[in-house]
Structures are given as structure tokens and as C-alpha cells.
T-cell receptor, first 110, second 112 residues
Framework: GQQLNQSPQSMFIQEGEDVSMNCTSS?????WLWYKQDPGEGPVLLIA?????ELTSNGRLTAQFGITRKDSFLNISASIPSDVGIYFC??????????FGQGTRLTINP | NAGVTQTPKFRVLKTGQSMTLLCAQD?????MYWYRQDPGMGLRLIHY???????AKGEVPDGYNVSRLKKQNFLLGLESAAPSQTSVYFC???????????FGSGTQLSVL
């Protein structure tokens, strides 16, 4: 099946630091999405990207749809304790076809 | 709004036992999905439904069956549980074509 390679798999940072993570694929996607999963909960959509090159922000979060349509990036500025969780990228090939990355687990030291 | 509700939240089964996981959504969504989440594997699609009375296979359908008799409910069945089915199961729904999913809080299943 389709594979998304998400990196890094885990991050340990200090509160206040900026965070960067990315997702790459061998396939082209029409849409890229970023979800966050809090402990014990289901993922929640953070940002959706629809066009190659698109840069979209949601508060301290900024995500970009790569020009090649095979990658996407998520940045978190000035991290705070509530940013802790697992971040998933997902690519959409068509209706009902979402492929998820393996996730990036973010841990923040106060 | 309750959103997407999954029951039960936790379950322990013995190999060979059967069980059904229930997903209910109150958002009048057409599309519903069952995913499993395993460490290092992300979320993998088991089965999905694009409307009442319809179901389709996802990426990892073997060992599971589903039914969508009512628009608001999507059931996931394990006829003969195996240890490889130990996982966290998530139900999701959307009114669009698989993009902005709303997830339940998950069911943690252990098969011994």
C-alpha cells in the first residue's frame, strides 16, 4: 500500500523551542493534512492543505504543501506544554482514501 | 454535541472469542471509517462506509467484518479474535470525501 514517511519519530524539546517535522511520500497527493492526537484521545485535524506550495497557519502552527506534492512540513513556534502529543500527517489520494504517516511523538520538558 | 462515540473503551478477549465494537455519530455524516493504530504504524484503514447499507474494504480488512444498518452507526466485528488484533481501534466520520475526519476516543483491545 501507499507509504508516508514521517520524521522524526519522536522529539524531546524544552518549552519555548520551535518544532519542525516533515512527511514524505513516493506518491503525489491532492491534499495534505496534519492531525494531532492527545493522550487517550482520537486525532483532531489541525491544518488542511490543498495546493502545491500552499503555506497555511493555525495560531502557532504553520504547515506547507510541498511543491512536488510529495511532501509536507509542519512547524510549531514557541512550544507550550499543551503541544505534547502525537502529530500525524495524512495524504489524500481521492475520496475515502486517506493515508497516514507513522506519527511524531512530541515531548516537552518544562 | 457528542460527536463520535465508541463503545466499549477497553476490552480484553481470549483468542477465538468474538466481539463487536460500536461507533455512533450524531453529525449526520455520510462517511464512516474504522482504523487501527499500532506503535510505529500510524493509522491503518480497516473498513469504511460511504452511506447507510454500504461497506468497503480498506488496507487491512482481514479478520474483521462491518455493518452500517443505520446511518448513524457503524459496527466492527471480530468473529474469532487473534493476538495480532491487539490494537487501539478508532472510528471516524465525515460529511466530505475522506478529508476532515472526526475521530472517536478509541477502543483499546487486548487479545490474549
Amino acid at each position: 500500500g501507499q507509504q508516508l514517511n514521517q520524521s522524526p519519530q519522536s522529539m524531546f524539546i524544552q518549552e519555548g523551542e520551535d518544532v519542525s517535522m516533515n512527511c514524505t511520500s513516493s506518491s503525489i497527493f491532492n491534499t495534505w493534512l496534519w492531525y494531532k492526537q492527545d493522550p487517550g484521545e482520537g486525532p483532531v485535524l489541525l491544518i488542511a492543505l490543498y495546493k502545491a506550495g500552499e503555506l497555511t497557519s493555525n495560531g502557532r502552527l504553520t504547515a506547507q504543501f510541498g511543491i512536488t506534492r510529495k511532501d509536507s512540513f509542519l512547524n510549531i513556534s514557541a512550544s507550550i506544554p499543551s503541544d505534547v502529543g502525537i502529530y500525524f500527517c495524512a495524504g489524500q489520494l481521492g475520496a475515502q482514501k486517506l493515508v497516514f504517516g507513522q506519527g511524531t511523538r512530541l515531548t516537552i520538558n518544562p | 454535541n457528542a460527536g463520535v462515540t465508541q463503545t466499549p473503551k477497553f476490552r480484553v478477549l481470549k483468542t477465538g472469542q468474538s466481539m463487536t465494537l460500536l461507533c455512533a455519530q450524531d453529525m449526520n455524516h455520510e462517511y464512516m471509517y474504522w482504523y487501527r493504530q499500532d506503535p510505529g504504524m500510524g493509522l491503518r484503514l480497516i473498513h469504511y462506509s460511504v452511506g447507510e447499507g454500504t461497506t468497503a474494504k480498506g488496507e487491512v480488512p482481514d479478520g474483521y467484518n462491518v455493518s452500517r444498518l443505520k446511518k448513524q452507526n457503524f459496527l466492527l466485528g471480530l468473529e474469532s479474535a487473534a493476538p495480532s488484533q491487539t490494537s487501539v481501534y478508532f472510528c471516524a466520520s465525515t460529511s466530505y470525501g475522506g478529508e476532515k475526519l472526526f475521530f472517536g476516543s478509541g477502543t483499546q483491545l487486548s487479545v490474549l
